[in-house]
């Protein structure tokens, strides 16, 4: 069956460009998160929606940052003001529950969007 | 201090041996533990889950020790195709009790 899709899957942008990366879940899934990874580093929590309610955004390092999921399917993130520091992947992932305590079950990840801020 | 701590290699063995990673994460109220698997410029994937009990897959055998809030991986009879970054992975109580909190990984690269 299909995976975690997300688009583009390389972005090339001038500092001060606006930028949207697109996430497309598996069908279904309740749970979609957003992580950044930088060179050399592991994935780092950005936002997390359990359906279309953005229930946690601790993760986003700045008012640039913006997420949605306004159907609570495709997701989107936005950043504006694109600084050089932005330049990392962008990982979608998404699961089945809605984290219910005590239930454990499998974040699913995306190829990830490549983003290069100039 | 990290939230999870990983030596990050990397860790160049000869085909067929064993390799042992460790981890050790700060949050003593983290409720569930994962190695994942990221092969270069790939997605990371989940290899498996960690329990108390220890467990095993196959070749892979995972431990966790809540006292000393340590996580290992054990990988035995070592294969080239096993050359990727392995994830220490610890899920935590934010993002409705789903946030993954990531090392930073160990490069493990296994030789003829």
């Known amino acids: 069956g299909a995976g975690v899709s997300q688009s583009p899957r390389y972005k090339v942008a001038k500092r001060g460009q606006d930028v949207a990366l697109r996430c497309d879940p598996i069908s279904g899934h309740v749970s979609l998160f957003w992580y950044q990874q930088a060179l050399g580093q592991g994935p780092e929590f950005l936002t997390y929606f359990q359906n279309e309610a953005q229930l946690d955004k601790s993760g986003l390092p700045s008012d640039r940052f913006f997420a949605e999921r306004p159907e609570g399917s495709v997701s989107t993130l936005k950043i504006q003001r694109t600084q050089q520091e932005d330049s990392a992947v962008y990982l979608c992932?998404?699961?089945?529950?809605?984290?219910?305590?005590?239930?454990?079950?499998?974040?699913?990840f995306g190829p990830g969007t490549r983003l290069t801020v100039l | 201090r990290k939230e999870v701590e990983q030596d990050p290699g990397p860790f160049n063995v000869p085909e067929g041996a064993t390799v042992a990673f460790n981890c050790t994460y700060s949050?003593?109220?983290?409720?569930?533990f994962f190695w994942y698997r990221q092969d270069c410029r790939k997605e990371p994937k989940l290899l498996m889950s960690?329990?108390?009990s220890g467990n095993e897959d196959g070749r892979f055998t995972a431990q966790l020790n809540r006292a000393s809030q340590y996580i290992s991986l054990l990988i035995r009879d070592s294969k080239l195709s096993d050359s990727a970054t392995y994830l220490c992975v610890v899920k935590g109580l934010t993002g409705g009790g789903n946030k993954l909190t990531f090392g930073t990984g160990t490069q493990l690269k296994v030789e003829l």
């Open positions: 960690v329990y108390s």
């Open positions: 992932a998404s699961s089945l529950s809605r984290g219910l305590a005590g239930i454990t079950d499998t974040q699913y």
């Open positions: 949050n003593s109220a983290s409720q569930s």
